[in-house]
């Protein structure tokens, strides 16, 4: 007989399915009687990420991805020692992600940086502040170098001696703890620099501000007045000459003890260096004080000229002012008869005081101040009016040019008119008589 064949329903199929799924759940369901912390093999199933599934987690964000932010910095073996030998249910992103670190960190090109690589000594002098000196000694561009001889409030100097035994200066700006924190406007207003200098970056600006100082050092030389000359720079790192003798420093013009008479004449050097330097070199110092003077030798040195702003800064009148009322009050407080504040800023600013003719302007202004005596209060008043007022750099930032003209000519006062001079227009209108009126 043949054997009769048996047919299978399909309700039977899907009981049988059913009793199957039933017995895998009441096999997971023995999962409690595990010890606590373990987990038995039938529990896991891979989910549709690659992950594991655990009871107590949450199923819609698997453990792979939880971690992935974290991926660049773990530190896992070389990935050849698992990779294709061991299921570790890691999605793709995961895997590339490592798979790309270990291959940096075997050509060398990931970053290891920590707190200690930014430590510094006396606040300048960090990792790479070392190694940019001790390369710039492999150069041969100083042979030995000594101890600090100042500090400052952006950088530090250091004393330092050539192959041929010349003294030499090291200024290293900060670039870790800055104490100077008003830098940006000193800088974006200067044409020179307006797009390469960036404040959130600290050693690139202090790089800015190196080049800065020895762009202007080098004007201010070749404009005849006295200042340190520049060596070399490398980054936040500018070499110059010394100013000093046997390894000490010139004093300061604060610091240095001088009689009346060199005191006059220190005034009227300064005074004659200001005017040079808004005139030839086209600079406004910004900072000029008896702090930032040196006196060596029965000279006066200009230095720390990294914050010094060209003439069309829209700050530079309001810079220059401030020069002059600090140069101004230092040499009044030592006894010295002085100019106004707004003489002084007359005489640095005036076009038409040809160069030989400076000396004896100087003594016309200084016989005015003798016979004047002590200010009064009519022109203490004047004198902060004057600190505090606009002054136009040019005729197109002037309101009203024909209102202020027809005031010149007629001969009214013009007193107020703080521009005439800056901007040449009381030397041009000189010669013209005054009109009479119909």
């Known amino acids: 007989m043949l054997p009769v064949p048996e047919f299978h329903s399909p309700i039977s199929s899907k009981i049988r399915v059913k009793a199957a799924a039933m017995s895998k759940y009441e096999e997971y369901l023995d999962y409690d009687d595990e010890p606590q912390g373990s987990f038995p093999i039938n529990c896991r199933r891979p989910n549709a990420h690659g992950g594991l599934h655990r009871p107590n987690n949450s199923t819609l964000q698997p453990l792979s991805n939880r ?15 698992w990779e294709g030998k061991l299921d570790i249910g890691m999605c793709n992103n995961v895997t590339t992600s490592i798979r790309g670190f270990i291959r940096e960190t075997a050509i060398g090109r990931t970053k290891t940086t920590d707190r200690a690589d930014r430590a510094t000594v006396e606040k300048v002098l960090d990792f790479k502040t070392i190694f940019i000196i001790r390369k710039m000694m492999h150069r041969h561009v100083y042979e030995v170098i000594h101890g600090c001889i100042s500090t400052g409030k952006e950088a530090h100097v250091y004393h330092a001696i050539d192959s041929d035994g010349k003294e030499l200066a090291i200024k290293v700006f900060k670039t870790s703890v800055l104490d100077f924190k008003d830098r940006a406007k000193y800088v974006q207003g200067d044409f020179r620099f307006r797009r390469v200098f960036r404040t959130k970056n600290p050693r690139k600006m202090m790089k800015t501000l190196a080049e800065k100082e020895m762009r202007n050092l080098m ?12 060596r070399d720079i490398k980054h936040h790192v500018l070499v110059m000459d010394f100013i000093g003798k046997g390894g000490w420093a010139a004093p300061l013009l604060n610091d240095a003890a001088l009689s009346l008479d060199k005191l006059r004449e220190g005034y009227r050097e300064i005074i004659i260096a200001m005017r040079m330097l808004y005139q030839k070199a086209k600079l406004v ?17 200009i230095i720390d000229v990294s914050q010094a702003v060209e003439l069309f800064d829209d700050n530079a009148n309001d810079f220059l002012r401030q020069d002059c009322l600090h140069v101004s009050g ?25 160069e030989e003719a400076v000396d004896s302007y100087l003594d016309e202004v200084q016989q005015k101040i003798v016979n004047r005596g002590d200010i009064s209060v009519v022109d ?6 004057f600190l505090q007022a606009y002054i136009p750099s040019t005729l197109n930032q002037v309101m009203d040019v024909e209102a202020d003209v027809l005031r010149l000519t007629s001969g009214e006062d013009t007193e107020d008119m703080y521009y005439k001079t800056i901007t040449g227009l009381r030397q041009a209108l000189s010669c013209v008589p005054p009109s009479q009126p119909e």
């Open 219 to 230: 004007r201010i030389k070749d404009a005849g007045i006295r200042c340190p000359t520049v």
């Open 330 to 354: 230092f040499f009044k407080k030592c006894g010295v008869a002085v100019m106004t504040v707004r003489e002084l800023f007359d005489f640095i600013v005036d076009p038409s005081i040809a």
């Open 285 to 301: 110092h910004t900072d000029l004080s008896e702090f930032n003077i040196l006196y060596f030798e029965g000279h006066l040195y």
């Open 67 to 81: 971690y992935q932010k974290y991926s660049a910095r773990i530190r896992v073996s070389p990935l050849e020692e």
């Open 380 to 385: 203490e008043i004047a004198e902060s009016v």
